[in-house]
């Protein structure tokens, strides 16, 4: 395992020289909607491949397609296309796979907006979408239908830290006919490689690690040659949510640091869980890379780290985490994560789950020195207490 960790150091850093760019050493920034042709014969040929072609850059600019390459090798797959924001990418991996009047099974933990899109917005088109507990397999079992085209995974979840068993969903999909999709985000590419355990296709949301920091919004799929053409041609040619060229050249530069920073996040992640887990306040840690977590087998089995966002459950009352909040002084209250930077966000538990009194904080570990961040926390709370 660790030595399939460093390769991902070699993947990051080192780029066979392509002549096309004149051996520059970082992908040059094409600015350009359209690429001319010096003869027809050579316009029809690009025609006919517009995926393989340099034709209009809503189908393919070499700057993006630079970043798909180098994230389909990082990823271990056979293609990618790069979206303008990791929904645009997981709306269009959905509609890939799904039509009229087809049946939904997802993981009730999923990213709010991904559950909107499946309930909200594929309901109006005949599609149906039935939620389960995604941490056991007899769940997955008792949900699916004989129209079910679509297992929705996304493990660990990004509040509360719920695994599925990747590799089981992938066989339960085979047995009956349908695709899996999973959202990658808080593992990446470094971490956890779900093709190679059977899934169909891989979703990240390029603002969280990938890009690194805070400074993009993007989004891809990643699979097989064969679902990625369908993706190519349909949802990503006619929805037309593409990535910019200045977008995909941000990316690539932050995708270089990529195996080096989730190293740093995983060890300061795991450092400020395990002081967390120790103080009063906290009823419980969310992290699966602790040992306490319920899952903490299954996530060593089917990743090979973790990252660093993570939550506690806490039965303070809202107020005073809010005050102990605002204290902190290197964790920033706001959404999102994966930059350089840690936060921080204090939410209400999901009605119906646990205390109606109890509360989920959700930090985000950056780069800074975790003693500095234990200090911050640890500072902060005496304050807020008095
Ligand atoms: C942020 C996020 C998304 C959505 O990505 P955008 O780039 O904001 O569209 C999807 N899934 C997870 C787990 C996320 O954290």
Redesign the pocket.
Known sequence: MRQERERFFTKAAYDPVDERHHGAIHVPIYQNSLFAFGGYDEFERAMNGLQDHHVYSRGNNPTVQYLERKLADMEGAEAAKCFA??????SSAILSVVGQGDHVVATHQA?G??RQFLSQFLSRFGVETTYVDGSSMANWRAAVRPNTKLLYL?SP??IMFELQELAECAKLAGEIGARTII?N??ATPCFQNPLALGVDLV?H????YIGGHSDC???VVLGSKELMDRVADNEYMLLGGIMTPQTAALVSKGLRTLPLRMQRHEESGLKVAEYLGKQDYVARVNHPGLSVHPQHELAKRQMSGSSSLFSFITNEPREKLKAWATRLRYFKIAV??GGFESLVTVNKLAAGAEEETSSVVRLYVGLEDPRDLINDLEQAWKDAAE
Request: charge should be negative.
């Open positions: 924001s990791g929904m645009a990418a997981i990213y907006p991904t996304e979840t990004t959202d985000t808080w979703v949301s390029i603002s969280k919004i993007g989004g999102s994560w």
